[in-house]
């Protein structure tokens, strides 16, 4: 097992998935058709055959298709996540989860889905039921103005999640083959509600510990909306390592049969 890592400065967000090495893009026994019907470049209805083949796959691929690089996912083991978002507003701490499981994302709708397959622009909004993170945490700094310190076990659960989804990338020619390589990714979450377990905090002082527990899950929303940036931020880059690697096996030409390979070019945010 290889580690990708890659550090951003808006917040600071670091994640760590853990890669299918080799194999993948060697060993083509495995396609993307055989979990997903293609969709035709030029289908009319596009978009709706895309949302039913999202709708098909996930739970097929759920369990991790090691011949196309994807790891399972659902649960998805996060060897590490740390989310820094110091500075001097109301939030400043710096959250770290140690081999974290995600669980939930299987659960994904997509409810209404643009795709432009000549610029390679994805776009899916979907809601998401539940969506729990659970493993070791490392906290430092304030949140809702409170001082925030410890380490421990946590669980973070959130529910009725709204999640728009927008992803695109570039043509990379290799060994004469086109495929897509994904450039960009931007996830951005409404929450409806949800609840966060940090257990040992200030060292291990049950009275402390406990009040802070309080006051968060009691204020729930307006925890979410201090950390709301960096987590979209987190999830952008994690989910966009995970199926990176599906389009960087996967001939762009099988992903949409009957594409015009010679009008396909960069996608971008305007598209
Ligand atoms: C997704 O939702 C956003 C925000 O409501 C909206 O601007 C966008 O057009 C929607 N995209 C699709 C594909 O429906
Ligand atoms: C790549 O494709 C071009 C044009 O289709 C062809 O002339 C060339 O021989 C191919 N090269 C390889 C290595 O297959
Ligand atoms: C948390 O919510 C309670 C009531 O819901 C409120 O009285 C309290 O001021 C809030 N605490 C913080 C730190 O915002």
């Not at 991790?64 to 690089?69: K, Q, T």
Request: glycine fraction near 8%.
């Amino acid at each position: 097992m290889m580690e990708v890592c890659r550090v951003f400065s808006v917040a600071i967000v670091c994640v760590c998935l853990a890669a299918v090495t080799s194999a993948a893009s060697k060993n083509n026994r495995v396609r993307v058709g055989d979990f997903a019907s293609a969709c035709k470049a030029n289908d009319p209805e596009l978009n709706e055959c895309v949302r039913q083949a999202i709708i098909t796959t996930i739970p097929k691929m759920a369990k991790g298709v090691r011949d196309l690089g994807l790891i399972p996912f659902d649960p998805l083991k996060v060897p590490q996540v740390v989310i820094d978002q110091r500075g001097n507003g109301p939030v400043g701490l710096k959250l770290t989860f140690v081999n974290s499981e995600h669980v939930g994302v299987s659960g994904l709708a997509p409810h209404s889905v643009k795709v432009v397959p000549e610029r390679m622009y994805f776009e899916i909004n979907s809601t998401l039921p539940k969506y729990r993170i659970i493993g070791d945490y490392e906290v430092e700094g304030r949140i809702l103005l409170l001082p925030l310190i410890g380490n421990g076990p946590s669980d973070f659960t959130m529910n009725n999640i709204q999640l728009n989804w927008i992803f695109f990338g570039k043509p990379e020619v290799r060994n004469n083959k086109t495929y897509c390589k994904l450039t960009d990714c931007k996830i951005r979450m409404r929450i409806g509600s949800g609840s966060m377990r940090l257990d040992n905090l200030f060292n291990g002082d049950k009275r402390l510990g406990d009040n802070m527990n309080r006051i968060m899950n009691e204020n729930f929303s307006e925890v979410i909306r201090e950390v709301l940036p960096a987590l979209e931020e987190t999830f952008s880059q994690l989910y966009l390592q995970l199926i990176a690697p599906i389009f960087a096996v996967t001939r762009y030409e099988d992903i949409f049969p009957g594409i015009d390979m010679s009008k396909v070019s960069a996608g971008s945010y305007d598209v």
